[in-house]
């Protein structure tokens, strides 16, 4: 029974339509956006950082609208939690000649071939900038823009171990959920040869993502809120990018041993795993909920390195990105960012916030399930 199963196991294509909140703006985001108006002049590079597990759903087209058109360096953070393959990443950015690096925020090593990028760029600018190489470290929140600075200040000052102390090197907070910077730092010296300067600044948000997809991928690599989605329709998504990724089950198998499109029944299996099963069958579905996702969004080990991001999974083709791309561009373009703040404080996403499954929620996912079979 267990072999049929696997043999006639299909994915589900589509993810339920739950009335999730898409907007997450908050008003220091829209004081950091002013802010990056007002410092873009005097801006040489952009540091724009995006998380290699939503490549695509990470990607704030704001800045551009902001800071106009400036030269960027992408940096992918949190290569350590990514399956994410360069060949991809090439595709994307080789059409355009982007220059773009895949780092782990927290390496040294990593930092360092950060800063050799930048010291590049630097010695490459003609004539050189008279008060240093001003930049400006952009991204999502939560993506890690401060861990990056501290690393980048930490190797930039190395050779200079004694002029410094180390308390003095780190210089940005971080914290393991988003909106710990809320405002836009001083300008930071990150090294003296050459003379680097950076901005850290807050993580802003879209005022509202294009779809549910994209909320939800946000949500799994942590640049919203842990609980600002029902837990259970996290890992719901979890469990439909990873059958897509792998219809066999295995990125599951430590708790059943058949692929499934049934969050409910993977639910119970962990809870039966983890001895959580009440006497009557019952079961906290949230916490089993939250405890698998917590797995693939802090990495456990290395089984739980993820790729969290519909569009990167189904958009393989650079061209067709660019077209996105655009038409991302074009979508936020007609959006007044005040406007949008404001009905984002509105009771209607509070309350969807807080909405759970529904018993027709799980009626679909069952109907779906037997359809398949
Ligand atoms: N595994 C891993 N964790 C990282 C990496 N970069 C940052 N982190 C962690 O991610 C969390 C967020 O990092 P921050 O540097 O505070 O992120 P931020 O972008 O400054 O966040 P905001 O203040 O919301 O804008 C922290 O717990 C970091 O330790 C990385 O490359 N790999």
Redesign the pocket.
Known sequence: MINLIKMSFIPRRIFPNFNLPLSNFKGHQQKALTKFGHLSPQIDLVLE?RDCRAPISTINVLFDKVLGKKDRIIIY?????SVINNDLLQKWHGINNEKYIF?????HKDAKKVIQLISDYYYNMDPPPPLGLRSMII????????????SLRAVGYSNQVDSISKKKRKV???????????TTSEVIRLSEEPDILAY????VFLPTVKDNETMLALSLV?CVHNSFIDPVIQADYLLYILNLQDPSGSKYREYIDHPTNSIDELLYHIALKRNKVRANGSFDESGMASHWTNLWK??KSDRYKGLFDLQTIIEKDGKKLRVLFNAEKERVSTMSVTEKLNSSFGKSDAVNARRKRTAKDREYDLRNQLFRL
């Open positions: 950082l953070t949190k290569k350590d939690l780092v782990d925020s927290r390496s991204g999502m929140p939560n993506i890690g823009k401060s861990t990056l600075v501290n940005a907070q971080t914290g393991g959920q988003p909106g710990v910077t809320k850290d600044t807050p993580g942590g802090n990495g």
